[in-house]
């Protein structure tokens, strides 16, 4: 934790605003490329650790282009909300923060490609699905009670999603071979490096979402309001802009939410019906009862 404040101090104005823009446009041309060129991106942009080994270092950021489905509509829906969230999560954590989980993403992915070739000498595959996925695990640890709409239809919270899917890549480390649990570790190390360099601290992402609504609430609550006044007597109709002296407190007896200036809290005739306006009441108008 102190280590990413002391980053920020010295590097958070080499941060990237807006990442996820950039990500969409990588995305945009992938779709592109798959539609029209598919094998440009095997053999020339793809993570091929030997590729990169062999002086290709493009390849690094290149790889990230492949978008995330075959199906043009399920590469626009995918894309639409993995840049929703990314965008939430650099908005709650800050530009530099998130810059540093997602390019720790990055860094996995080529760690595990490197790993798995030096290990076994092939050539794994691996696109950005898996940082996607970590994507969306730190927004569920972020807003766990987030909901989203399985099929269109079924509210799930965010939470139970990404148990599913650690149930998922669980069965892949156990059951899966050696280069599917090298890509499973290391594509997914950024989610548990950050929340336990940030685990129980004031940079705690779901501290800094804390934080960022109690201070909206507190700039909320400072704004004058649309009308030009916060309270208002039920009887008089004077306001606090009128006369900023003036108290005004609510009366307990009277079935509604009627406020009333000092002047006519004790003399006020107490409404009995919700609907009853106090003024008409108070000039003997109207069923009422005095308590």
């Known amino acids: 934790m102190n280590l990413l404040n002391r980053l920020e101090r010295k590097l958070g104005k080499y941060a990237i605003p807006n990442l996820m823009y950039y990500v969409v446009i990588l995305y945009a041309i992938g779709m592109f490329v798959q539609m029209f060129a598919p094998m440009f991106y095997i053999q020339y942009l793809m993570l091929d650790a030997s590729a990169i080994l062999r002086g290709q270092i493009w390849r690094i950021i290149t790889f990230m282009i492949w978008p995330p489905s075959s199906s043009l509509f399920f590469n626009l829906l995918a894309i639409y909300l993995y840049y929703n969230l990314g965008i939430t999560l650099e908005r709650v954590w800050g530009t530099f923060r998130f810059n540093v989980y997602f390019f720790m993403g990055i860094l996995g992915h080529v760690l595990a490609a490197l790993l798995i070739y030096l290990l076994t000498g092939n050539v794994y595959l691996l696109t ?107 009887v008089c109709g004077r306001t606090d802009a009128d006369d900023p002296n003036l108290v005004f407190r609510y009366c307990s007896k009277c079935e509604g939410d009627y406020e009333y200036c000092q002047d006519h809290l004790y003399t006020h005739q107490h409404v009995t019906r919700g609907g009853m306006d106090p003024r008409q009441a108070e000039n003997g108008q109207g069923n009422f009862s005095r308590k």
């Open 128 to 234: 950005t699905d898996y940082l996607n996925f970590s994507l969306f695990f730190a927004f569920a640890a972020t807003f766990p009670d987030m909901q989203f709409y399985l099929f269109f239809a079924i509210p799930i919270k965010a939470k139970w999603l990404a148990i599913f899917d650690g149930a998922y890549f669980l069965y892949g480390l156990m059951f899966g071979g050696m280069a599917d649990r090298i890509a499973i570790i290391m594509s997914l190390l950024n989610f548990l490096v950050y929340f336990l360099m940030t685990r129980g601290g004031k940079y705690n992402p779901k501290e800094i979402r804390r934080k960022q609504q109690f201070h909206a609430q507190m700039r909320e609550a400072s704004q004058p309001p649309k009308q030009g006044w916060r309270h208002r007597c039920a």
